[in-house]
């Protein structure tokens, strides 16, 4: 749970794009899922639909359905990305760590070592 709440909380828009084009593609996976979510909790509950669970006092009253439906839609998902996505890319990443070659050094810095040379000769 540690790796997953670094997660939700890492600034990365490369994670951020993953998690925008896998929630896109799994949309209607995820709201299927939801709706046996939700089916379950009102069966549990005792409420036929708890797309009907409405509080507060007459004439004030206000419905839970979208927020409840929003939150679980989103935990999800977010699962979803982070163990079908993240993991697996982090361990493959670690398995397949590679050294990033050395880089080239610039014109600049072969003149100036170049220079140097010649200064102590």
């Known amino acids: 749970m540690k ?5 939700l909380l890492r600034g990365n828009l490369i994670e951020l794009a993953v ?3 896998i929630g896109t593609a799994f949309a ?3 709201t299927a899922f939801t709706a046996l979510v ?9 409420t036929p639909e708890i797309g009907k669970l409405i509080v507060g006092p007459e004439g004030h009253q206000a419905d839970l359905a979208p927020f409840i439906n929003s939150v679980i839609a989103f935990v999800i998902m977010a699962a979803v990305v982070y163990f079908g996505i993240v993991v697996p890319y982090d361990k493959f990443k670690a398995r397949k760590k ?3 070659p050395e880089a080239a050094a610039t ?7 170049i ?7």
């Not at 220079?115 to 000769?121: A, E, I, P, Q």
Request: without cysteine.
């Open 3 to 7: 790796g997953f709440k670094e997660f």
């Open 19 to 21: 998690a925008f084009i």
């Open 28 to 30: 209607a996976v995820v």
């Open 38 to 46: 939700i089916s379950i909790i009102a069966a549990i509950v005792g």
């Open 98 to 100: 590679v050294e990033e």
């Open 107 to 113: 014109t600049e810095d072969l003149l100036t070592e």
């Open 115 to 121: 220079r140097d040379l010649l200064k102590t000769r």
